[in-house]
């Protein structure tokens, strides 16, 4: 027996999984496009219209079958690889590029209406490079569904794509040009006609010249409506059907309105014509829309170069070892690359042959190249600069560094912080008291003054259109956000910039924050006097070589001189092991001589441990971490800001002084457990303090996630990174003093974009109802005015100022202390 639609009544094909649940009661659906229109009506809490319905509704045409079928291939694993990611809850994460935004309510409108379908965790939308960061519960809803739910709402949703996005906003900067070209052609024949027409007024042109003027202007006018204006107005009929006004809706108003009676004045050859004035701020419109566009671009170019710097081709070597190029898709964890100086590398790996120099500059900030060797790991999208590499692939994809950057950079998009979630509710509102306030005004004008009437409400609906208070936050945060990443610090979160213009207080860890995490060989003491301090330190870098300890690296440049034989490790006290026949230990004093009267020299700073050659003392090693060159520098530059700056660190030893001392902090506290540092934080927090944390390991979680904005070094554990909401990918601590900087300077900028959006739709709405500013001004303010908040947005481009302290780089010279 066939079923019907719910929806549209048509025959549901055998087969068919398209439902929807109304009213507790699962219902059958002919195709994708009924579950989708289905779903979004049930998600509106609109049931009822169900219940009442005459009859079966029309059949949605915004999908046709070939639409469906393209929908249907999102949920094939294949297609999902190259914009979809699985978390770590099994849900998926979805990066889409969208199109048809224009203002923030549209935002709104996506967000509040995929967010409420079942199976989706959330939808985050970007208003400046109108990409969307979509995550969902494949069990509870297939992708393709939620695809066809933005089409159905207005909407176009793509895979994001660098390249194939790159080919479309070249296509929409090409069409908007077309448009831009046609309206003000238009514009300058409608004027030279209304010219004549004004001039002809006072000289009593001839009525059949009157009607002359009047259909040229009509005919050139027409293309400017129905072409150059038709984004106003597709935008308008999807704000009507989705029941939510965004700025198009008093545009589209005005716009149409002031056309149509224009055309049934000199149909019926009645009343005035006002072509002209509309093609004017048709034509002024779309140039401040393609000037915000050029801007938006710009801006989202460097989330694009990000993907774009994965080649599409790279070179493998096979079984034989032969060079064969490949699509970079096709790799595999195993391969074995080959990349020649000037190439880029693919994927994620390790080096196992060749020595060469690194551009890492696009991932971390850092500009100058690294030296890699065998053993060393490296990054797709770095670029070698001077020997052949190869290099065993260990990540590919998705699963890539720098796709997590983009990830996470996109997440730091997607999330808006008060400020702005404030300035979305309050453009969609404005929307609504422009027209009424419209209402007011023409009914008011049309009691006084009517023949004024038409033309003062056509003022209203366009000059305070709130483009420019929907635009004043988000420009500011996604160019400041992009500024801060070329500077190294990747922000994850959406709240780091305007938290971190509000911090008081920064905290360190020590070990991998202010040291390198990095421990080397400070001291040598011999104990007997046939023993030099060079042998020494190979008889212990023998003994060494099998361990993997962090305290082994430290004697690495000593390794290869002497072979330890039965060599064995107790932890926590050391290794023995036998060289040419002698037995030696190297540990603790008690683990070395089996005694503890073994006494560590005095004054000095670091973990001693002892070398011993048949149970007898022979030699002393001070194992030490480096101070990052930086550090005091830092330090000093936010003490300049302002800042308070702690020391708060696990260890218990010298060290932490002694790193105090050499950076200038004064507020340290040693011996911290996890649970001391998180309720440190807690403490400075209920005192009103705005807490910056800095850290790297494990035992930094806490406090990180407590913090209120946490910065994670690029060298931290997987754990650290995932709990921070900014990663310092350079590892140079002065960019933390110049992100605050250039923070701050955001926050100006944020304020002085909203105060000027403000002030101009308080200022043009009553000088617009007032009858003193015409169409054509209004048009040209309203596109001044969002033009004004983008291009103080950009400056934010310039960076922020570098912070002149009296250290100079001298003076922050590398110390070794106790890691």
Not at 133 to 151: C, G, I, R, T, Y
Not at 197 to 225: C, H, K, N
Not at 530 to 554: G, N, V
């Amino acid at each position: 027996m066939s079923l019907s639609c719910y929806h549209c009544g048509e025959p549901v094909p055998a087969g068919s999984n398209f439902s929807v649940v109304i009213d507790n009661e699962k219902h059958d659906m002919c195709c994708l496009g009924c579950e989708a229109v289905a779903h979004a009506i049930v998600n509106g809490g609109l049931e009822n219209y169900y219940r009442f319905r005459d009859g079966p509704a029309a059949r949605p045409d915004e999908l046709s079958d070939e639409q469906q079928a393209a929908f249907a291939l999102y949920d094939r694993e294949d297609v999902q690889n190259s914009f979809v990611r699985t978390l770590d809850n099994h849900h998926k994460e979805a990066s889409l590029a969208t199109e048809g935004i224009t203002c923030a309510a549209c935002v709104w409108l996506i967000e509040h209406q995929i967010s409420k379908t079942a199976g989706v965790d959330s939808v985050r939308v970007n208003l400046s490079n109108h990409r969307a960061s979509l995550s969902w519960n494949p069990e509870q809803v297939d992708l393709s569904k939620l695809m066809a739910l933005f089409s159905v709402i207005g909407f176009q949703a793509f895979p994001y794509q660098a390249d194939e996005q790159q080919e479309r906003l070249v296509k929409e900067e090409k069409k908007t040009i077309r448009r831009l070209i046609i309206a003000g052609v238009g514009m300058m024949q409608a004027m030279m006609f209304a010219v004549m027409l004004y001039a002809g007024a006072f000289q009593d042109m001839e009525e059949q010249y009157v009607m002359l003027f009047r259909w040229l202007s009509l005919v050139v006018s027409t293309p400017v409506i129905l072409y150059s204006a038709q984004p106003f107005f597709r935008a308008a009929i999807r704000d009507f059907r989705s029941r939510h006004l965004t700025m198009d809706v008093p545009v589209s108003l005005a716009i149409g309105v002031a056309f149509a009676a224009s055309a049934w004045a000199t149909i019926t050859n009645s009343g005035e014509v006002y072509f002209d004035s509309v093609s004017m701020f048709t034509f002024f419109l779309l140039f401040g829309r393609y000037l915000e566009m050029r801007a938006r671009h710009r801006i989202g170019r460097s989330g694009n170069a990000l993907n774009t710097l994965i080649p599409t081709s790279t070179t493998r070597l096979n079984e034989q070892q032969e060079e064969e190029v490949v699509l970079t898709r096709e790799l595999a964890e195993g391969d074995i690359l080959l990349v020649k100086p000037g190439h880029t590398v693919p994927a994620d790996g390790e080096i196992i042959e060749g020595q060469s120099s690194l551009n890492e500059s696009a991932l971390t900030g850092e500009y100058m190249p690294v030296s890699k060797q065998a053993g060393d790991k490296v990054l797709a999208g770095t670029m070698n600069t001077e020997s052949p590499l190869k290099i065993r692939v260990e990540k590919t994809g998705q699963n890539a560094r720098v796709a997590n950057i983009v990830h996470l950079l996109d997440r730091a998009f997607s999330e808006r912080p008060k400020t702005a979630e404030i300035t979305n509710r309050v453009a969609h509102w404005f929307v609504f008291g422009v027209l009424i306030s419209t209402c007011a005004v023409g009914l008011y004008w049309w009691q006084h003054k009517p023949e004024d009437a038409f033309w003062i409400v056509l003022s209203v609906l366009v000059v305070t259109c709130p483009c420019a208070l929907s635009l004043a936050t988000p420009t500011a945060l996604t160019t400041s956000t992009n500024a801060l990443r070329e500077k190294g610090l990747l922000v994850t979160r959406g709240h780091v910039v305007e938290t971190l213009a509000q911090a008081t207080r920064i905290v360190f860890d020590k070990t991998g924050t202010l040291t390198e995490g990095r421990l080397v060989l400070t001291e040598t003491q011999t104990l007997v006097d046939d023993l030099d301090a060079d042998t020494a330190r190979k008889l212990a870098a023998a003994l060494e070589r099998s361990s993997e300890h962090p305290i082994a690296r430290a004697f690495d440049e000593y390794r290869g001189y002497y072979l330890a034989e039965q060599v064995t490790s107790t932890p926590g006290k050391g290794l023995e092991g036998e060289i040419l026949g002698d037995s030696y230990r190297i540990g603790t004093p008690e683990f070395v001589t089996d005694q503890s009267d073994a006494i560590a020299p005095p004054c000095a700073e670091g973990q001693w441990l002892l070398l011993g050659k048949e149970n007898q003392p022979i030699a002393w090693f001070a194992i030490g971490d480096h101070i990052r060159s930086d550090a005091a520098q830092a330090v000093q530059s936010l003490q300049a800001l302002g800042l308070e700056v702690d020391l708060l660190s696990g260890d218990q030893s010298g060290a932490v002084k002694a790193v105090a001392e050499h950076t200038g902090i004064t507020n340290v506290r040693s011996g911290a457990t996890p649970e001391d540092k998180l309720s440190y934080i807690r403490e400075l927090q209920a005192q009103g303090e705005s807490i910056i944390m800095v850290g790297d390991g494990v035992n930094d979680v806490p406090v990180l996630a407590g913090a209120d904005v946490s910065i994670a070094m690029s060298n931290a554990t997987d754990l650290a990174k995932t709990s921070a909401d900014a990663l310092l990918m350079a590892s140079h601590l002065q960019r933390i003093a110049d992100s605050i900087i250039l923070s701050r300077k955001t926050r100006r900028v944020i304020r002085q974009n909203l105060t000027w959006s403000l002030a101009y739709n308080l200022t043009a709405l009553p000088l617009a109802a007032a009858g003193i500013i015409p169409p054509y001004l209004a048009a040209i303010g309203m596109s001044a005015s969002s033009l004004i908040v983008v291009m103080n947005a950009l400056r934010l481009n310039k960076g922020a100022p570098k912070l002149q302290t009296s250290q100079t780089a001298n003076q922050a010279k590398q110390a070794s202390v106790t890691g």
